[in-house]
């Protein structure tokens, strides 16, 4: 597992409990890579999960399996637009299938974590059938 982000306090304390939380060895480059680097690191990950930002932009642009996390942003617009990509919306619990133009905004403290496991396991199984 690899973490990327910025290295910012408030990115930092999630950063830090999301590898609290797991028993995988993890690889910290939050803060320390520029954009190409960034890229080259999305370009050879099996799945790419986070929020709207342009990391997901450049997974998209990769083709690569991707959970997007969705929150005050409306998905209809932004989401990536291939079939490798699977949408977490806060206030929803399971990944969205169908789009429209007025979805309903929420914070994204109302994205729990097991939307964003099924939101996963629905990525990896979709590669399984692949």
Same mark, same amino acid.
């Not at 830090?16 to 954009?35: F, Y």
């Not at 209809?76 to 007025?102: E, M």
């Given at each position: 597992?690899?973490?990327?982000?910025?290295?910012?306090?408030? =990115?930092?304390?999630?950063? @830090?409990? &999301?590898?609290?939380?797991?028993?995988?060895?993890?690889? @910290? %480059?939050?803060?320390? %890579?520029?954009?190409?680097?960034?890229?080259?690191?999305?370009?050879?990950? =099996?799945?790419?999960?986070?929020? @709207?930002? !342009?990391?997901?932009?450049?997974?998209?642009?990769?083709?690569?399996?991707?959970?997007?996390?969705?929150?005050?942003?409306?998905?209809?617009?932004?989401?990536? *637009? /291939?079939?490798? !990509?699977? &949408?977490? %919306?806060?206030?929803?619990?399971?990944?969205?299938?169908?789009?429209? %133009?007025? /979805? *309903? #905004? !929420?914070?994204?403290? =109302?994205? #729990? $974590?097991? !939307?964003?496991?099924?939101?996963?396991? $629905?990525? *990896?199984? #979709? =590669?399984? +059938? +692949?």
């Amino acid at each position: 597992m690899v973490l990327t982000g910025a290295a910012d306090p408030f =990115e930092r304390a999630h950063l @830090d409990a &999301i590898k609290a939380a797991t028993a995988r060895p993890v690889i @910290d %480059l939050a803060g320390r %890579l520029s954009l190409i680097e960034l890229a080259a690191v999305i370009a050879r990950c =099996e799945l790419a999960l986070g929020v @709207d930002t !342009a990391a997901m932009h450049l997974a998209a642009g990769f083709g690569k399996p991707q959970v997007v996390l969705y929150g005050p942003t409306n998905p209809y617009h932004w989401r990536p *637009r /291939h079939r490798r !990509a699977v &949408i977490a %919306l806060a206030g929803q619990n399971d990944p969205l299938n169908s789009f429209i %133009l007025k /979805h *309903r #905004s !929420a914070p994204m403290d =109302e994205l #729990s $974590t097991d !939307a964003v496991i099924r939101a996963m396991d $629905t990525a *990896r199984a #979709s =590669e399984a +059938q +692949q």
